[in-house]
């Protein structure tokens, strides 16, 4: 045997660090500048750039891609060389993945304020970039792969399977989420429409946070944990379950924000019911991470990093809870477009994945430069900052978010509303909205005595790169003592599974025998493989997962399968079958030509972001919106704006409510007519123009994308367009305000007057002069 000496690649870990704390910073103090504009509105300074719709999207992609990404890449690479005692295979494709990744936030930095966006959340960026986060994912993917293919240790760790389950499920979620059409290099539609765009969306959005902010941080914790505590993990078995249960169960939890939306009942019913299911799981891993200290909680008045790390678990069994709870329909009635969302998210972004990664930063900032921590005192105080100002956050949120639920259902004894004025709600809730900046604050202020901190650390040593001794020729494995691939197909738990999903298959529309016939074979597999794999352990044989683990393919693909099913069976109905989406139109005819300008104008100032379109089936809605939303209303909405949170009222029967010139004083000075709001101005929309020639070719690509517009429809795009317009026009100069028909303003008025209008209800168009052939037209 020949032994051979391995040195570790921990500069890309070192630069992933460096850079997570960088953007970390940025992403805090973004939303702590957010958070303040909700409290005092003058904080937008009358700046595009700088108004709360448009740095919020900002704010989101910096703290989970900037931040999170950047500090799970970091675990990851750290980790798996020393899991696999490997270096990557290949340091190129480590500098390109490092160097693309910060290219691509800095394009978000640049393209957000811009208010460049495809308006869905957490996947605002366009094209260009989407096409970049793929290339350099493969990127990742090809490194971490090929570095697996050349591991030195046979098996695999749970923290590498927790990495593989992130790898191909994020590289799934974002492309089928990203399918889109380019207007421009700079504008696309999403292929996607209505009903179908809301599912695919949160099933990306759900599962975004599931895979990209949970599951590789788990793989982080089961790694960086036992080694902080000094103790084995606690249960290899419980992490088996916690694995293989989480990556099926969370992929079909998606509709649950949807629920009581247009979305079919049946999707709404069966994402409720997993993301019940996935609390089991869920707090099994949480459990697993904390029983880990058994005999070494001590440690933690003198460790720092075991008290982010014992905290970060905490919270993510917090959020565990918490999640499940609200997605429930009946809390979910209460709770949807509330703040009590917002302090969930940040209770699992910053309570879980902001902990352990400066739990992480804290442990190997050290030992990659040779040195020991500078300030144990100053990490502790970053702890308590850090602890107290996100539970000064969560609690903020969960009295705003009641408080709204609350008032927006309250109702006189006679039936009426009994705070029928929107900002009455926003008034009430405003002292919460300054306790949650504190909170924000004052963990920002802890995130940055943690870099002061480290950056101490690091002067006082010097860089290191970690190594090991392999043995590269091991001793042969005698022929047929292996099991092949035969005894991973014959495995009972393949055979298992195969039948839970053949239930799940039929559950919706087989017979009531044939379900009863399935369910006991599942019975019977169920008690055969528990005698199978009693006797299987009697015989000293490994057992079925054993070989699976130890062949990095067959465990990749068995976990792309388990993912599919969930989206597969999610997905496909909504988007194949007719039934699901009515497509007869009778609810709506296409936008025309001006509206199609303003709704895109509704994108780019990230109106979405305050505002939702969907009116729910409840009598508190429906007497302060309008009636219920249905399905076929949204067909030709590519992409959706139903919203996920209401710092403004629902607009979705906004049209026709208010005359052009209300709509005008709105946006110019909002608190003119709603005293009280919150909203900035949007002035700007005055004098800004519109790209006029843009018209049909915005039209053009919604007939390619299957809105039923003409070709007559495409040419005569821009004199429709002025008609319109110019309707507008002539309605405000009669109340003596003056502006220009190609104005911003004229053309999202336009569209705002356009919400929730069918047919039926639209004003007959003014048709433009006929422009003869030999005279041409403007």
Known sequence: MQQQRIVYDDTITRRFIIASMLFGAVGLLVGVIIAAQLAWWQLNFGVPYLTFSRLRPLHTNAVIFAFVGNMMFAGVYYSTQRLLKTRMASDTLSKIHFWGWQSIIVAAAITLPLGISTSKEYAELEWPIDLAITLVWVVFAINFFWTLAKRHEKQLYVAIWFYIATIITVAVLHIVNSLALPLNALKSYSVFSGVQDALVQWWYGHNAVAFFLTTPILGIMYYFLPKAAERPVFSYRLSIVHFWALVFMYIWAGPHHLLYTALPDWAQSLGMVF???????????????????????????????????????TFYGMATLEGPLLSIKSVSALGHYTDWIIGH??????????????????????????????????????????????????????VSGVNQGLMWRATNPDGTLLYPNFVETLLAIRPMYIVRMVGGLLYLVGFVLMMWNLYKTARSGKAVDGETTVVVEPEPVPAGAQPGLGALLTGWPFVFGLAIIGVSIFLGWGSPVRFFVLTGVIVALGALAFVVARKQREAGRPSWFALVEGRPLAFTVLTLVAVLVGGVAELLPTILVKQAVPH??????????????????YV???????????????????????????????????????????????????????????????????????????????????????????????LALMQKLGVPYTNADVDGAELRQKAQAETIVTDLAAQGVKVA??????????????????????????????????????
């Open 741 to 778: 028909w190609d104005s911003e303003m004229v053309a999202i008025v336009s569209y705002l007057q356009r919400l929730g209008r069918g047919p039926q209800d639209l004003p007959k168009p003014a048709q433009p002069e006929p422009v003869s052939s030999t005279t041409g037209g403007e």
């Open 584 to 601: 007869h139109g009778e609810a709506q005819q296409p936008y025309s030509p001006l509206e199609l300008q303003g709704r895109d104008l």
């Open 345 to 398: 998210v940040h209770g699992g972004a910053l309570g879980w994945n902001g902990l352990m990664a400066a739990g992480m930063f804290y442990w190997l900032m050290p030992r990659l430069y040779g040195t020991k921590l500078h300030s144990t005192k100053a990490a502790d105080a970053h702890f308590w900052m850090a602890t107290v100002g996100i539970l000064l956050y969560m609690v903020a949120m969960w």
């Open 275 to 313: 993301s019940l299911m996935l609390w089991a799981p869920s707090w099994g891993g949480m459990l697993n991470g904390l029983l880990t200290l058994r005999g070494a909680w001590h440690k933690l008045r003198e460790d720092p990093v075991l008290k982010f790390f014992v905290a970060g678990v």
């Open 604 to 698: 780019r100032e990230g109106c979405y972001v305050c505002h939702s379109q969907m009116i729910r089936p409840f009598l508190a809605e429906t007497q302060r919106y309008g009636d219920v939303s249905r399905a076929e209303e949204f067909i030709y909405d590519h992409p959706f704006q139903w919203g996920s949170k209401r710092t403004g009222p629902d607009l979705h029967r906004l049209g026709g409510k208010y005359p052009n010139l209300w709509h005008y004083t709105h946006l110019m000075d909002p608190r003119a007519t709603s005293p009280g709001s919150n909203m900035p101005s949007y002035a700007w929309l005055a004098a800004n123009r519109i790209d006029v020639k843009a018209a049909p070719k915005k």
